[in-house]
T-cell receptor, first 114, second 109 residues
């Protein structure tokens, strides 16, 4: 079975450029989560969706970050403009609405902003 | 106080040893608890859900202590392949997980 798919796996960009990260959740999952992981702050929840609707975006650091989920099989996280402090690994995760709250992670996108 | 706290380690143990990690959480209303394993430069992978009655999966045992607000993970007969960072995660709202910063385990021959 296919797990969560993320692309690109690595992204190197210059400060000020727009970055778009992509995620395909596990088929049938109702929830999709975007996380960011850094050495300093660990794994932080940025935003999550239920049935394609954003439920909680309180973790989004600032207006430069935006996320969309146009359908059940695709989501994007966009950073515009990017800054060096955005360098991190960005993970997408998904889960069923079965009450168990078990989340399954994609391989992540390692973002470097120079 | 952080919502979820873990000893960062590293815990250095020889093969065959038994090792235990604890994780404390601050939200007494939390309902779901998990242990994830993360290898270097990889994604977190769900290791175990932690149930109120405790649960066991092979060499791994997870326990929940609601009164003292901590969860634990016990690994028996450690293998070299158990070397990884172990993250605990706790729900703070419906479907919303908060992760600890992880405990690093190094198993040596």
């Amino acid at each position: 079975d296919a797990g969560v798919i993320q692309s690109p796996r690595h992204e190197v960009t210059e400060m000020g450029q727009e970055v778009t990260l992509r995620c395909k959740p596990i088929s049938g999952h109702d929830y999709l989560f975007w996380y960011r992981q850094t050495m300093m702050r660990g794994l932080e929840l940025l935003i999550y969706f239920n049935n394609n609707v954003p439920i909680d975006d309180s973790g989004m650091p600032e207006d430069r970050f935006s996320a969309k989920m146009p359908n059940a099989s695709f989501s994007t996280l966009k950073i515009q403009p990017s800054e060096p402090r955005d360098s991190a690994v960005y993970f997408c995760a998904s889960s069923w609405a079965d009450g168990k709250n078990e989340q399954y992670f994609g391989p992540g996108t390692r973002l470097t902003v120079t | 106080r952080k919502e979820v706290e873990q000893d960062p380690g590293p815990f250095n143990v020889p093969e065959g040893a038994t090792v235990a990690f604890n994780c404390t959480y601050s939200n007494s209303a939390s309902q779901s608890f998990f242990w994830y394993r993360q290898d270097c430069r990889k994604e977190p992978k769900l290791l175990m859900s932690v149930y109120s009655s405790g649960n066991e999966d092979g060499r791994f045992t997870a326990q929940l202590n609601r009164a003292s607000q901590y969860i634990s993970l016990l690994i028996r007969d450690s293998k070299l392949s158990d070397s990884a960072t172990y993250l605990c995660a706790v729900t703070t709202g419906f479907q919303k997980l908060v992760f600890g910063t992880g405990t690093r385990l190094l198993v040596s021959p």
